[in-house]
């Protein structure tokens, strides 16, 4: 039914119907997606909020939105994903919170910077939504089939780069569809191989047709990308009935469950009808299963680099045995004593393209108009995926309408933190959000992504609905207020343990409080204030967490914005892209000379971060970045195939404009 | 091209002043003028606090006119004991060196005088010991520097970092090195338990006992590092003075010539290669500047593992000097004049440290050309008016310890370079470092006390305390990183886009 309804969709686009009849015949579009996994759908959904007229090709329009692995979505870190996602206007969250059966936040007890919303989801009711969602989404057209090869022109001479994307060819038909960008989510399907036991099969996923080698073939041999390969797997599904699950360990959601979304009205699985989880352990016994037969298990012997955080029984034990060993092994576990497998699990080996390729849009550097997002990229998990399909619909769609490119600082968001670390620094192995990655964790909150991201993200980003943004605009508003009246609200420390006792003021306290500062207390809540003062406070009741959550944090938060704020400006100083470094006419040594020329980075910032960078080296830097008119600094490019080309107009180098703050 | 760069201070500017108020800026101190024997030491204040640092050490009374020289007692804001009778300076801003409200100290140079103002001065509120070129970069910031000073303000930076790091280097030599090191793996291992047991503590089975852990070794440090703090006369002496090492392979003459500039034998000489093992170190006083010399033990690959011990201290002493002396026996030189350039850069390069630039490390370097009475007279003659017309290597005396011919020439030579260190105020101010090292303790000591504080509340603000204070510990190494320097320059002042 769904199919039908692309199929009826007018579009601008030649409809789906028209194009197995006409092989060969070319079409055009603003954005192609390729891919329909997580990546791939935010990326689709992003580019066309921004206003692109976006095609997403993926292979079955049945498995758009599959939660091929586990059916988890959040958790410590990767739930501020969903939350920055969301706030982006993206779909995980609310997807999350139409098809969560059971939310619960961890780390509850260790302070809501690093609160981690998780939910266990229902997978066809998550397919549905996204699918349901991207199917009715306007400039937006979804075809199924397979992509052969990237079509590769010469590079725009005003812009960085050695070529330039076009479009794609179709592997079946060999259509050709003309773009102004396109974002490749391939996932674990760019020359993947499957893995059980000895047996190897091309293939992302198992049950779905292997990709043509000519993507990789495209990436590799025509655009000169650097390649790595990366190694993932996936366990075995167990039919419930089989488990004994009296001798499993029960976890209970959470009584109120917490919603993903900032406009989710609340989960759409009722509190009391919430499933409970349950945990197993592994046994000796599991143990010696996977040693005794290591030998059978190919995948893991093979040289390529798995993640050491996947919490899956592969990384604790070891890792995969063949089929009837994975029912020996399960077998070894008391409740698992009589399961049955219902799907082996299974590894994937797949190639990734080493990310310090890509700009902070996520564009090829050498390659304009080509975007990569998610596993491609060199990450794992939903949410990294989800949270860099985003920014690289965002951007890809940007593109195709003329408008400068963005980057999110690691200041402002933890996609940023993921981006800038993939582009910056690269991966040695499947790369996880952890909080510890953000050094402002303490001012990029759950709490807060929509803050942060969702005013930015209407204004000057165009990914915002106006109802979306409207909402976050009434939360700010009322947030402020509230703070203000916090903060009005003054009493000497025996007036305030006459009024509120529980606060436990102490005795040698002296000056004034204000009703701010009793609120950092830990065992105050502001509904106790808001009883205390019900006339000035009594209306913003409806914020009282997040209240709690802001006064808390905002005495840390001022201590980090200088920090902050000298990232961001040295941010905000791009350095071109082409410059020749070995011939600059700047004081350099030849060691930093050759540095930058082999990393390249994209900001003064990134620059100062590279070991081995000097602070006069820096400073030459600076110095000609600023003094150095534009126009002088462009005929210092080594990529300039023809003078000629060099118009007199001055141009913008910059890869990426960073969001306003 | 200046259009370009006012232009886009303005806007920057104006972008600071619209989006946020404008972030409170340090106060910095530091002792400006040269080290040695001088009449007068100027130490400089520079930041909105001037004015309250004026106020704490000459009195609340008759603040002096702007730009004009007024006699002052000085003395401790705290105990109130007397420092020195001297003049002192107020340049309200933005008529100052660096833009910002200004002072000057001008007292009598002794170490005393000067190491009790500046830690009067650090004993203020918001004042913190100024960072290797911290005073010039401000000005560069204010406008106050022209274009072509600008051009140089690298430079000047690369010396000062230099500088710097040599100083840590020296001082992180010995047991108080260990000392921070062990800290600094501690508080390191506590970050990385309390970030686990964030990240990972829900699902992968760590045990609450892991912040127990983190607990004690947090008020382990905070107790060594409150003994530490008021136990700072007791520690490692700091060694005052320009630090000149020799240097270079076995039996070219080095302890001859430590005995030499010590007129005394203080070390033991001997025609044998390997005579001396260890570091021999003596304090002299070089036409007026305090030096510490150190003889150290020839160069050379042996088995013997105590002299391989003395090779390996040599090699360090290298690292630490502000100024080498790079001893060649005269009678290697190859007869004809056109080799010597080639056979004295192979010397230099077996002797100084690669690890900074060589061309840094040529700087700080004498060649002194040893045994010359065995040479031939006209060998010598033409040896040095060829090494005289040389630029390409450093400064070289052609001399002999033996009958000390030659010596008031290398005096000369020595005594320009020593004059030329004793004019950077960071050749060796202990008392400087000193200041700067107790504030980065302080800033870590009260770091751990928020993790303390937040143990139980929120976990985010207790890690971020950890964090807090193992940064604070990385500055007192004394690494100057690119981003110190941006942090200043982007603090005040908007530049770029």
Known sequence: MLARRVLNRPRSLASPSSWAASARTVTACDVIVVGGGHAGTEAAAAATRVGAETLLVTQKIQTIGALSCNPSLGGVGKGQLVREVDALDGLMGRAGDWAGVHFSILNRSKGPA????????????????????????????????????????????????????????????????????????????????LFMGQTTSPGGRMGDPPSGSGLSRSLKEVLGLRLGRLRTGTPPRIFKRSVDLSLAQLQLPDQRPTPFSFISNGTHCKPEEQLPCYLINTTPGVERVVRESLHLNSHIQQD???????????????????????????????????????????????????????????????AQGLFLAGQINGTTGYEEAAAQGVWAGVSAGRRALSLPPLSLSRTQSYIGVLIDDLVGRGITEPYRMFTSRAEFRTSLRPDNADLRLTLKGYCDIGCVSPRRYEEAVRMKAGLSEA????QDITLSPTRWREKLPQAAVSANKSGIMSAEEVLQYKDVSFEMLASAFPDVLGPYVEFAERLKIEAMYRPHCEKQRREIERILQEESLSLPQDVDYLSLPVSLSQEVRELLDRVRPATLGAASRLPGMTPAAILHLLNYITRTPQRDRSAERSSTPDPQNLSDESRDSFPCVPVSQ | ????????????????????????????????????????????????????????????????????????????????????????????????????????FHV???????????????????????EAGEFTRRAFHAGKLGLTEVEGLGDLIHAETEAQRRQALRQMAGDLAQLYRDWSQRLTQCLAHVEAFIDFGEDDLIEDGVLDQVDNSVAQLQTEITCH?????????????????????????????????????????????????????????????????????????????????GVRRAREKVEQADLTLVVVDATQLPTDPLQVPVFLGAHLLAVLPHGVGLEESLRHCILVLNKSDLLPVEQVEKTQTFLNKNPGLPPASLL??????????????????????????????????????????????????????????????????????LTGLGRITGKVGAEEILDIIFRDFCIGK
């Open chain 1, 114 to 193: 690093v609160w981690g919303p998780r939910a266990q989801l229902d997978r066809p009711r998550y397919r549905q939504f996204i699918q349901a969602e991207l199917l009715s989404m306007p400039r937006l057209t979804v075809v199924e089939g397979s992509v052969e090869e990237l079509l590769v022109s010469e590079p725009d001479p005003e812009k960085p780069g050695k070529h330039r994307v076009t479009g794609v060819r179709m592997a079946d038909t060999g259509r050709i569809i003309l773009a102004r960008s396109v974002v490749l989510t391939t996932g674990t399907f760019l020359s993947g191989s």
């Open chain 1, 304 to 366: 390529t680099r798995g993640p050491r955080y996947c919490p899956s029984i592969e990384s604790r034990v070891l890792r995969f045995p063949g089929r009837q060993h994975q029912v020996r092994l399960l077998r070894e576990i008391p409740a698992l004593r009589k399961a049955e497998i219902q799907a082996p699990g299974y590894g994937v080996q797949y190639d990734f393209v080493c990310p310090t390729q890509l700009f902070p849009s996520l564009e090829v550097r050498s």
């Open chain 1, 483 to 486: 703070l203000s009246a916090l």
């Open chain 2, 1 to 104: 091209m200046f259009f370009f760069y006012i232009y886009n201070r303005s806007r920057a500017s104006h972008r600071l002043w619209s989006s946020a108020p404008l972030c409170a800026t340090d106060t910095i101190f530091a002792l400006s003028s040269g080290q040695g024997k001088c009449g007068v030491a100027v130490v400089r204040v520079s930041g909105p606090a001037s004015a309250l640092a004026l106020r704490g050490l000459t009195g609340p009374d008759r603040p002096p006119a702007p730009r004009t020289a007024a006699l002052r007692s000085i003395f401790h804001p705290q105990s109130k004991e007397i420092l020195d009778r001297g003049l002192v300076f107020w340049f309200p801003g933005p008529h100052s060196f660096t833009g910002e409200d200004s002072a000057e």
């Open chain 2, 108 to 130: 009598h140079g002794g170490p005393a005088v000067v190491s009790g103002v500046l830690d009067a001065l650090g004993s203020l509120p918001g004042l913190r010991p100024a």
């Open chain 2, 229 to 309: 703090l008021h136990d700072g006369r007791k520690g490692e002496r700091l060694r005052s003075g320009v630090q000149v090492v020799i240097a270079g392979e076995t039996n070219a003459g080095k302890s001859s010539l430590l005995n030499l500039l010590c007129r005394r034998p203080a070390a033991i000489v001997s025609p044998i290669a390997g005579t001396t093992r260890d570091v021999v170190e003596t304090c002299l006083d070089i036409g007026g500047f305090p030096v510490l010399l150190s003889d150290t033990a020839g160069l050379r690959e042996t088995a013997d593992a105590v002299e391989q011990e």
């Open chain 2, 400 to 469: 002999s310890c033996h009958t000390s011919h030659g010596l008031e020439n290398f005096m000369t030579s020595l005594q320009s370079r020593l004059s030329s260190l004793c004019g950077d105020p960071l050749a060796g101010t202990p008392s400087l470092t000193q200041a700067r090292h107790r504030a980065h303790l302080h800033e870590c000591f009260q770091a751990l006390g928020q993790y303390q504080q937040y143990r139980d509340v929120d976990l985010a603000l207790a890690a971020e305390g950890v964090r807090l204070a």
